[in-house]
């Protein structure tokens, strides 16, 4: 991670600053940004967190 310079520590200030830490969810700047951004913010969930089955996309989730 030094190799690009954005460690874990620095990930977490980062997530605690935005209020991501340890509340998984999408922030309203993202719900309101163009087409083009939504469409990647959701194929980074597909690919994390989601699949595809039938021509169906599958997104699982949850916050513990």
Do not use: Q
């Amino acid at each position: 991670s030094a190799a690009y310079g954005f460690g874990i520590h620095k990930l977490i200030d980062v997530l605690r600053a935005t209020g991501l830490a340890g509340n998984k969810h999408i922030p309203e700047v993202y719900m309101k940004a163009e087409p083009a951004v939504r469409k990647a913010l959701l194929a980074g969930l597909l690919d994390t967190d989601g699949w595809c089955s039938g021509g169906a996309a599958i997104f699982y989730n949850t916050n513990d």
